[in-house]
């Protein structure tokens, strides 16, 4: 029998420890936060850029540069500018707040983000029934004392909004309302690197209506950065955002800050040419992907469990296979944990201590500073996340036999309305 009161003492005191860590981090950067060194800088530009009418030239890193020295010169003058390489459209989100001065832009930005984190979490209750009933506080402050969360808070970043919508996204994919689930998915390709490859694994399991769902919005979204920048910087765009990846300079492009297959193979000095690790990493990242796609059966409602294990397991792999990932990016994997987290608090003594360990490094901050900032090698932590990834899979297939089970006795699982 579990010892409720002691666990529920020792998640909450472990996420208050680490939202504390966070809060002192926010205090020793605050500085540099107000003079603009965050990244919510390049949103703030594009804004900028959007609202003075030169939209044409949205991609101009002549133009991106000035308009950063503008409102933060010291940053600019010191470390140079941050490109904006997001999709046109990304930049109607942001136009708005360039009437407040950036640091006030910056902290409603903030609050927004918050917002959308709590309204998300409210929205995974009736899904995380133990969470929300034995652990009310750990639903809490579990979000906030993730290191990509606060990571993302602290550089203004859009990955929690990327967040919100995989949570709109499972809602919709339990109870069966795939358009709507492909929408929202369509509306989280600002970050495509990080959706197109869970779309994939839809068109592997033929989910025709989610697909639409994806085409439509993106049709839409390419038609308002049309009218927004022009077909001639549209049609620029892609060749800028990879020349910047390909690019690598300092404190833009950084392989071995990435914790997914391309950190993990292309974040050393080798003396393998580039071209070949860059076939190596696509060819896993195929592999990886087909081989995550069979683990899940998103049809079956049977068990829980497994359709959870397995669309946990296709979000992990879909971070991994990602060509640019930084811990912040990592924001929409607090669905999976969660999801994971749900299951191992219900099962608790019947959880391997292995899986235990994994969800627990997921949140030790110390660690992610350990390898980003004091050894720049958080590239080491997509082992972490491959750990996860075959956890994942052992219970999907663990659940195989207990869905047939339900299945002979006609009891369906049916998802909450």
Not at 38 to 62: H, K, N, P, Q, V
Not at 245 to 263: D, E, F, H, K, Y
Request: hydrophobic share 50%; net charge positive; aromatic share 14%.
């Amino acid at each position: 029998m579990t010892n409720l009161p002691r666990l529920r003492f020792g998640l909450i005191s472990f996420c208050a420890g680490m939202i504390v860590v966070h809060g002192c981090l926010f205090w020793i950067v605050r500085q540099q936060l107000v003079s603009g060194s965050s990244d919510f800088r390049i949103f703030y530009t594009a804004g900028l850029i959007l609202r003075r009418g030169e939209g044409r030239d949205l991609y101009s890193e002549r133009l991106q540069t000035q308009v950063q020295r503008d409102f933060a010169p010291a940053v600019v003058n010191k470390a140079g500018a941050l490109p904006y390489n997001h999709p046109p459209f990304e930049a109607v989100l942001y136009q708005p707040m360039t009437y407040l001065a950036y640091f006030s832009a910056y902290r409603l930005w903030i609050v927004i983000n918050i917002v959308l984190l709590a309204g998300s979490i409210y929205s995974l209750r009736s899904w995380l029934p133990t969470l929300a009933g034995q652990f009310p506080w750990l639903l809490i402050l579990a979000p906030l004392a993730f290191s990509p969360i606060a990571y993302a808070l602290l550089q203004g970043q859009d990955s929690i909004l990327l967040f919100a919508l995989y949570c709109l996204a499972f809602s919709a994919l339990r109870r069966s309302q795939d358009l709507r689930a492909g929408a929202c998915l369509g509306l989280g390709l600002f970050k495509f690197h990080l959706v197109l490859p869970f779309a994939f694994v839809l068109l592997l399991h033929r989910r025709w209506r989610a697909l639409l769902g994806v085409g439509a919005v993106a049709a839409l979204e390419a038609a308002i950065s049309w009218g927004m920048v022009g077909g001639k910087e549209l049609l620029y765009y892609p060749g800028f955002a990879w020349h910047i990846n390909r690019l690598q300079t300092p404190g833009v492009i950084s392989p071995a800050n990435m914790a997914n297959i391309r950190g993990l193979f292309m974040g050393w000095n080798s003396s393998i040419p580039a071209h070949w690790l860059e076939m190596v990493v696509f060819a896993a990242s195929i592999g990886l992907v087909l081989w995550a796609s069979r683990q899940w059966r998103p049809t079956d409602f049977l068990d829980t469990r497994s359709w959870n294990s397995g669309f946990s397991l296709c979000l992990v792999v879909s971070y991994l296979v990602g060509y640019h990932g930084y811990n912040h990016d990592m924001s929409f994997l607090l669905l999976p944990i969660l999801l994971v987290l749900e299951r191992a608090l219900a099962e608790w003594r019947e959880t391997p201590a292995g899986l235990k360990l994994v969800l627990g490094l997921m949140f030790v901050t110390p660690l992610y500073l350990r390898l980003g900032a004091l050894w720049p090698h958080e590239n080491l932590f997509a082992i972490v996340l491959l750990v996860f990834v075959g956890y994942l899979a052992a219970a999907a297939a663990k659940a195989e036999p207990q869905a047939l089970v339900s299945k002979s006795t006609g009891l369906l699982d049916a998802p909450p309305r």
